[in-house]
């Protein structure tokens, strides 16, 4: 349909746009080439003025940090000003990255690292969207397609029998058959947790395998070995993250940090891949970064060590 073909060409075009943004800042660009991308279409320039306006909140970042803006590069040869200049590009781009430039560019909605909004789509599908996460979607008069682009969303769908609901996860993809579910896109795995209903979740596996997952269950795909089980899940103890709570059973430190990450700004780092296996249960308040590491240090005599935005864990 036009409208579903509008939102991809758009989304495509705003991807486009980060794409020359960033090579547009290194050496030996293909300036032809560029020109003729900007003159194929008049919203590629308009979609490449908005990726420059997110470059522009990068340098405005580099402008108020006192040691980036204050940065002397000395003279010594001619070759330093053009030094300097590719090295304040790069820190430019860099940035943009940082701050989310490409994925901005992309989603249709996100969330921080400090917020877990609740959003209202156009068919009055409710979508609660865990930290750190994001999703594009596309409607049209045949379907209705949400993408997970990074993180966990809980879903309450919206009848509508003659539009189909589809949330695609990587390389899982779950139809909703009118149900109430939650996808957490991770790591290492994607699972998908049905609270009301049942959704048929189809992986692209090699195999084109097809589950139906029904209320209580579970459907875990792991990434490497692309494997899938199913398991009964209890679906209060699934909505956990919803009121700010981590509940594991059994569960790899690996995992708890990974959703101890989404609330915090800065970096967590396990120290050795042995401690990264060590197994963990109980309850946490995981958007309590100070909390969840007491919990850590008590449950597994881990050390945790905090310099400014990184912490370590360490035997």
Known sequence: MPGKRATQAQRKRHEEAAGWLLRNREAGADDAAFAAWLSRDPENRR????????????????????????LKVKRRSAAKPIVGCILALATAGAL?????????????????????????????TSVQLNASSAIAHDFTDEGRVVRLLRGQAFFEVAPDAGRPFTVEAGDVRITALG???????????????????????????????????????????DHASRASTVKDKDSMLAAAWRRGQLVVDNAPLSYVVEEMRRHFA??????????????????????????????????????????????????
């Open 47 to 70: 979609a490449y003025e908005a990726a420059e306006r997110l470059m522009g909140e990068a340098r405005m970042a580099i402008a108020s940090d006192p040691t980036l803006r204050d």
């Open 96 to 124: 943009f990255v940082m701050l989310d430039g490409p994925m901005r560019l992309t989603a249709d909605a996100m969330s921080g690292s400090g917020d877990m909004p609740v959003i209202t789509l156009a068919d009055g």
């Open 179 to 221: 149900t109430a579910f939650d996808v957490r896109l991770g790591d290492t795995e994607t699972d998908v947790t049905v609270t009301q209903h049942a959704v048929l979740v189809e992986l692209a596996d090699g195999k084109d395998t097809s589950l139906r997952v029904t209320e209580g269950e579970q459907a875990a795909y």
């Open 266 to 315: 800065g970096r967590i780092v396990i120290a050795g891949s042995g401690l990264a296996g060590r197994r963990v249960s109980g309850t946490m308040a995981v958007t309590d970064t100070d909390a969840a590491l007491a919990f850590l240090e008590q449950a597994l005599g881990v050390t945790t060590n905090r310099i400014g935005p990184l912490i370590v864990i360490r035997n």
